[in-house]
């Protein structure tokens, strides 16, 4: 009996890692293959087939691959049409699902309706004006439906983790997919080479060889994905049982991510991970000096990148 417990069980933890190691080939696939981002639907059926998903599990699984997608942008695009990419397919499909299966929303977010609220009326308002002076309608509706598209984003962040579990599972998804970001950056900037979308090819500067995009167009862009997710890494990390594994992988992170930060030559970014960095430093030590030391260190880092 203890024999085929013990066979169920590791079958299953077989079958989680098989499809842990499908989702990643898929999502190469998906950035160097030109139709690889149809291996996604293949990839649903299979999860619907062996999960026996619900409604509401659906809906939960959508909206995690609605979060990472956005970090992939055109690479799980449309050929030929890279700005319809699957982050903006999936989001009318989830809020569809949302709204037809009745779950319990308000209860959901009831800690924060008051920020919905505002915001909701907020944007109805912001773009009811500016349909009055804009010279195109057109133009109008898109840019106000990146804002949509940014607002459904941080709903998403609360309605899909209520609690420590399902946030803990994402920010250990984030670290791994994070430190691929780290790998490929510190590969754009040692190398010079860059994947097909990136902006280093078509912005052709002094520096635009060797300043990484990641799965990004541009600089900008990948610095403002490392320095908005750094402190959820670092911090998930740092709750790694084991001391030396995690005072090596924070580590790691730490110093890539400075050097990518750098190498982007984004001064706004530079200046975000500086603070992380205070603050994060500020609770490990009780020091002073440290903390006068780092922050003496960190302007001339700046005064020197700038100058």
């Known amino acids: 009996m203890f024999i085929i417990n013990w066979l169920k069980v590791a079958s299953r933890g077989w079958m989680k890692f098989l499809l842990i190691l499908l989702a990643l080939l898929i999502i190469e696939a998906a950035v160097f293959l030109k139709y690889g981002f149809l291996l996604f639907g293949v990839f649903f059926i299979i999860l619907l087939i062996y999960f026996r998903l619900t409604m509401d599990k659906i809906i939960y699984a959508l909206g995690i691959i609605i979060l990472f997608a956005g970090l992939f942008g055109s690479y799980l695009g449309i050929p030929g049409n890279e700005n319809l990419f699957l982050f903006r397919i999936l989001i009318p499909i989830h809020l569809i699902l949302l709204c037809v299966s009745h779950p319990p929303i308000l209860e959901r977010v009831y800690h924060v309706r008051a920020f919905f609220y505002f915001y909701f009326f907020y944007f109805i308002m912001s773009m009811l004006m500016t349909f009055f002076w804009t010279p195109s309608f057109s133009e109008s509706f898109r840019y106000l439906y990146f804002l949509f598209e940014w607002l459904y984003i941080l709903f998403l962040c609360v309605y899909s983790f209520p609690g420590k579990p399902e946030l803990r599972t994402f920010s250990n998804l984030m670290v791994v997919f994070y430190m691929m970001m780290l790998a490929l950056g510190c590969f754009e900037s040692l190398t010079g080479y860059?994947?097909?979308?990136?902006?280093?090819?078509?912005?052709?500067?002094?520096?635009?060889?060797?300043?990484?995009?990641?799965?990004?167009?541009?600089?900008?862009?990948?610095?403002?994905?490392?320095?908005?997710?750094f402190p959820l890494v670092i911090i998930q990390v740092l709750k790694y049982p084991r001391k030396n594994i995690r005072v090596i992988v924070?580590?790691?992170?730490?110093?890539?991510?400075?050097?990518?930060?750098?190498?982007?030559?984004?001064?706004?970014?530079?200046?975000?991970?500086?603070?992380?960095?205070l603050l994060l430093l500020f609770s490990w030590v009780k020091s002073y000096i440290f903390l006068i030391l780092y922050a003496l260190l960190t302007g001339f880092l700046f005064i020197s990148t700038f100058y």
């Open 194 to 229: 860059h994947l097909p979308q990136s902006g280093s090819l078509y912005y052709l500067t002094t520096t635009s060889k060797f300043q990484p995009t990641g799965l990004q167009f541009n600089t900008n862009d990948f610095a403002s994905v490392l320095t908005i997710f």
């Open 250 to 277: 924070a580590g790691i992170i730490i110093m890539a991510t400075v050097f990518l930060t750098i190498m982007t030559y984004s001064r706004m970014a530079m200046l975000v991970l500086g603070i992380q960095l």
